[in-house]
């Protein structure tokens, strides 16, 4: 892997739900070629067919890993189709994903990315079978993440390097001095709306307001903060704005879901 040393780690990240084999077949492919890959599942219950979430997740948790871990990620609405493939090296750490805008965060934000799109024609020396058009998770994305997590393949060997990658599909937030507009990217189990807006970002405000569904939302600290019913705003411990509802579920309070837009004022509007 490009000078780095290798972990042995490999994280899952896909829309497969529980339901089923498909996670289970994947890393006994992986384990199958590297039995001692380390495989941890970073989440399976991405909303199907939304990328943005699992880009979100994996851009956000990745450096909670050791370096020289590979980050399996797949949530594919065009699998079979001639969308690539993309196995890119950042901050220490590889990434596989389709070229849907999955890894568009992440990238864009990376310092000096080292982007490849996957050749297919490259991967005879690794004895693949014919991919099924519907299960690539399984027939190329496996055996391809064992190999670069077991330090035996290196990327430019079965891949090309490309400045050009799908966007994202979601805008990144929009800043201006008292403002701050982004949107839920998801909804955790307990009802909490995640957003993609940096808590970083509001670190000039003195008064920073949340603004959802026509409520205006004061920033806590923490959930414990507010009265039981109440809901809350508060920088989550990925670093991003959450807006919560004490001892209940803010989305089911508020009717938002994702993709509902938020905003951020320094100070209530009146």
């Known amino acids: 892997m490009s000078g780095m040393q290798p972990s042995r780690v490999i ?19 992986i384990l199958s070629r590297y039995p ?13 067919q939304w990328p943005p979430e699992a880009g979100f997740w994996v851009s956000r948790s990745y450096p909670w890993f050791p370096a020289g871990s590979v980050h399996l990620a797949i949530v594919d609405p065009g699998v079979g189709t001639e969308r690539d493939i993309l196995i890119a090296e950042c901050a220490g750490h590889l990434f596989m994903a389709p070229d849907n805008g999955l890894l568009a965060q992440l990238l864009d934000s990376c310092v000096d990315p080292q982007v490849f799109k996957l050749d297919m024609n490259r991967l005879d020396t690794l004895n693949l079978p014919a991919p099924s058009a519907t299960f690539q998770g399984r027939d190329i994305f496996a055996p391809v993440a064992a190999e670069l997590a077991a330090g035996r393949l290196r990327i430019q060997d079965i891949a090309t390097r490309t400045g050009d990658w799908t966007p994202g599909w979601i805008d990144e937030p929009v800043v201006t001095a008292s403002r701050i507009t982004g949107v839920v990217i998801t909804i955790d189990t307990f009802g909490n709306l995640i957003s993609n807006i940096d808590g970083k970002l509001l670190d000039a405000f003195t008064e920073p307001v949340a603004d959802i569904a026509g409520h205006q939302i004061p920033m806590r600290t923490t959930y414990g903060r507010a ?16 807006i919560a509802r004490a001892e209940g579920s803010a989305a089911d309070g508020l009717g938002s879901a994702r993709g509902a837009p938020l905003i951020i004022r320094d100070g209530y509007e009146t």
């Open 11 to 29: 994280t899952i990240t896909t829309d497969f739900g529980h339901k089923g084999p498909f996670a289970a077949v994947m890393k006994g492919v």
């Open 36 to 48: 001692d890959a380390r495989i941890i599942d970073l989440a399976h219950d991405i909303p199907a």
């Open 227 to 242: 009265q039981p019913g109440d809901y809350l705003a508060l920088i989550n411990s990925f670093g991003v704005v959450e």
